[in-house]
Protein backbone atom coordinates (compact mmCIF):
# COMPACT_ATOMS: atom_id res chain seq x y z
CA UNK A 1 0.00 0.00 0.00
CA UNK A 2 2.81 2.55 0.84
CA UNK A 3 5.36 0.90 -1.65
CA UNK A 4 5.43 3.51 -3.97
CA UNK A 5 6.61 6.10 -1.33
CA UNK A 6 8.36 3.70 0.18
CA UNK A 7 10.14 1.87 -2.23
CA UNK A 8 9.39 -1.39 -1.18
CA UNK A 9 6.73 -3.58 0.15
CA UNK A 10 10.37 -5.08 2.61
CA UNK A 11 10.32 -1.35 4.29
CA UNK A 12 6.69 -0.55 4.85
CA UNK A 13 6.55 -4.04 6.33
CA UNK A 14 9.67 -3.72 8.82
CA UNK A 15 8.04 0.09 9.81
CA UNK A 16 4.16 -0.95 10.25
CA UNK A 17 5.91 -3.62 12.53
CA UNK A 18 8.06 -0.80 14.66
CA UNK A 19 5.45 0.81 14.77
CA UNK A 20 2.99 -1.64 16.45
CA UNK A 21 5.39 -3.17 18.68
CA UNK A 22 7.46 0.08 19.52
CA UNK A 23 11.08 -1.51 19.63
CA UNK A 24 12.10 -4.94 17.69
CA UNK A 25 15.42 -6.53 16.69
CA UNK A 26 16.19 -7.74 13.06
CA UNK A 27 15.78 -11.52 13.66
CA UNK A 28 12.36 -10.99 15.26
CA UNK A 29 11.00 -8.75 12.46
CA UNK A 30 12.40 -11.58 9.52
CA UNK A 31 10.94 -14.85 11.46
CA UNK A 32 7.69 -12.66 11.64
CA UNK A 33 7.87 -12.28 7.71
CA UNK A 34 10.20 -15.14 7.11
CA UNK A 35 12.62 -12.65 5.58
CA UNK A 36 16.43 -13.27 5.45
CA UNK A 37 18.25 -10.94 8.57
CA UNK A 38 20.78 -9.48 5.81
CA UNK A 39 17.35 -8.35 4.06
CA UNK A 40 15.53 -6.91 7.30
CA UNK A 41 18.82 -5.70 8.47
CA UNK A 42 19.74 -3.79 5.12
CA UNK A 43 16.05 -1.82 5.37
CA UNK A 44 16.62 -1.30 9.39
CA UNK A 45 19.75 0.69 8.61
CA UNK A 46 18.99 2.59 5.44
CA UNK A 47 15.62 3.81 8.05
CA UNK A 48 18.33 4.59 10.69
CA UNK A 49 20.80 6.24 8.12
CA UNK A 50 18.01 8.57 7.04
CA UNK A 51 17.09 9.32 10.62
CA UNK A 52 13.72 7.35 10.68
CA UNK A 53 15.12 4.77 13.07
CA UNK A 54 17.55 4.83 16.22
CA UNK A 55 18.87 1.66 17.39
CA UNK A 56 20.30 0.85 20.78
CA UNK A 57 22.30 -2.22 22.00
CA UNK A 58 20.05 -4.16 25.11
CA UNK A 59 23.00 -6.67 25.98
CA UNK A 60 24.00 -8.46 22.37
CA UNK A 61 20.45 -7.34 20.69
CA UNK A 62 20.53 -4.13 18.73
CA UNK A 63 17.20 -2.59 18.81
CA UNK A 64 15.22 -0.27 16.59
CA UNK A 65 12.28 2.26 17.08
CA UNK A 66 11.08 5.24 15.72
CA UNK A 67 13.23 7.98 16.20
CA UNK A 68 11.72 10.83 18.22
CA UNK A 69 13.60 13.15 16.83
CA UNK A 70 13.21 12.68 13.42
CA UNK A 71 10.69 15.70 11.66
CA UNK A 72 8.08 13.85 10.48
CA UNK A 73 7.64 11.15 13.25
CA UNK A 74 4.29 12.35 13.70
CA UNK A 75 3.07 12.28 10.59
CA UNK A 76 5.01 8.96 9.48
CA UNK A 77 2.99 7.23 12.29
CA UNK A 78 -0.43 8.49 11.34
CA UNK A 79 0.61 7.62 7.89
CA UNK A 80 1.38 4.03 9.11
CA UNK A 81 -1.88 4.02 11.17
CA UNK A 82 -3.79 4.92 8.35
CA UNK A 83 -1.99 2.13 6.02
CA UNK A 84 -2.52 -0.68 9.37
CA UNK A 85 -6.30 -0.01 8.88
CA UNK A 86 -6.03 -1.42 4.99
CA UNK A 87 -4.74 -4.65 5.83
CA UNK A 88 -6.36 -7.36 6.56
CA UNK A 89 -8.13 -8.47 9.67
CA UNK A 90 -5.63 -12.14 8.87
CA UNK A 91 -2.92 -10.47 8.15
CA UNK A 92 -3.11 -8.16 10.86
CA UNK A 93 -3.80 -10.63 13.41
CA UNK A 94 -0.53 -12.27 12.54
CA UNK A 95 2.27 -9.90 12.04
CA UNK A 96 0.79 -6.58 13.54
CA UNK A 97 -0.51 -8.07 17.13
CA UNK A 98 1.26 -6.88 19.71
CA UNK A 99 3.29 -9.17 21.78
CA UNK A 100 2.15 -9.44 25.63
CA UNK A 101 5.24 -10.37 27.37
CA UNK A 102 5.31 -11.61 31.06
CA UNK A 103 5.82 -8.95 33.64
CA UNK A 104 9.08 -9.54 35.61
CA UNK A 105 9.17 -9.20 39.17
CA UNK A 106 11.84 -8.27 41.24
CA UNK A 107 13.58 -10.96 43.70
CA UNK A 108 11.54 -11.64 46.64
Partial sequence: MLEPLL???KKEKVLLYIH????AYPMEIARAFEYYV???????QK????GVLYSR??????????NPRYAFKKELETLLAKAL?????????????PRLRPRRTGKP
Fill in 85 to 97: QFIPEAEKERYYT
Fill in 57 to 66: LKGKVRLFGM
Fill in 7 to 9: ESE
Fill in 47 to 50: LENG
Fill in 20 to 23: VHGE
Fill in 38 to 44: NTVQNQL
